[in-house]
């Protein structure tokens, strides 16, 4: 494994209860499958710090694509969070109820579906699992009260959407929902959904036009707040696989900060909207 990258704390004041809901734990007691990076040295003690430094006490765990669908390294982090995590499964149609109740026992609340496509034009990323599979689960994750939690390209969210909001369950879009800048028209597709509270979109600046300057993607922050700041939430992607040099999660929460320049919608977003989303006490 290696080094998993520091935070720094951020100059402005985080609000109270604030939540990181995109985030990542890696532990070499768990083994882990192939993958197409190096892990990073992840577990929960350094997960805390960093959520430390950077002034968010609750977070969402993401499961990380090369544990599969082994649930058994977020279920320990979960188990020793004191409350304080959430977690977001992977799995398909054949996951059994059984399966899915001890879960949400331990704090999963949603499961991730995966339509972006890898960048050697293989199709979707390995072992990833589509959305056909949301529209067979669909029945029990809305008995369970469960989100789905979605990463795909604007494009794919412009076609997709129109049949997944009548599923029921609450929709999460991932990283901004991956637009093509701010005139891209598919992200307009995107805002129409969000304004309408259809879908719930993270702002997740780093994984969206990578090497372009920071300052590119504020129009499209502005627009996912002008849009409907009810239904929007804040991630930082750490550890961030796949990403060099790796960014600094208290710069970027400085970035959004520097940029909504509200300490209500502050308050809303970080701490309000993911509290009511995923149940936090």
């Known amino acids: ?8 704390r951020p100059r402005h004041a985080v609000p109270a209860g ?12 768990f083994p882990a499958g192939p993958a197409p990076y190096a892990l ?3 577990d929960l003690a350094t997960h805390e ?12 765990l993401v499961q990380p694509a090369p544990y599969g669908r082994d649930a058994a390294c977020l279920l320990d982090a979960l188990a020793r969070s004191n409350g304080t ?17 001890e879960w949400h026992e331990a704090g999963v609340r949603a499961l991730r579906f995966v339509e972006m496509q890898a960048p050697n034009g293989g199709g979707r ?5 589509g ?5 067979a689960l669909a029945p029990r994750l809305r008995a369970l009260g469960w989100q789905a939690h979605l990463w795909a390209s604007a494009a794919q969210f412009a076609e997709l959407l129109p049949a997944l909001t009548p599923l029921g369950v609450p929709l999460v879009l991932d990283h901004l929902a991956m637009p093509d800048g701010a005139a891209d028209p598919a992200f307009g597709t995107v805002l129409d959904h969000l304004r309408a509270g259809d879908i719930w979109v993270k702002i997740t600046l780093c994984r969206v036009q990578r090497g372009a300057p920071a300052d590119s993607l504020r129009p499209l922050q502005d627009a996912l707040v002008a849009a409907n700041p009810d239904r929007l939430l804040w991630g930082s992607d750490w550890p961030y696989v796949r990403m060099a040099p790796a960014p600094d999660a208290g710069a970027m929460l400085d970035l959004f900060l520097d940029w909504l320049g509200d300490d209500t919608l502050a308050r809303h977003i970080l701490a309000e909207n993911p509290r009511e989303l995923f149940g936090f006490n």
């Open 18 to 29: 604030a939540c990181d809901t995109h985030t990542h734990v890696f532990d070499a007691r």
């Open 125 to 129: 990323y390995p072992g990833s699992i």
């Open 40 to 42: 990073p040295g992840a």
């Open 85 to 101: 995590l959430r977690g977001v499964m992977s799995a398909d149609e054949t996951v059994t109820d059984a399966t899915l109740t």
């Open 49 to 60: 710090a960093m959520r430390a430094t950077i002034g968010t006490p609750r977070a969402v």
């Open 131 to 135: 959305v056909e599979a949301l529209r």
């Open 1 to 8: 494994m290696v080094e998993a990258p520091a935070a720094s």
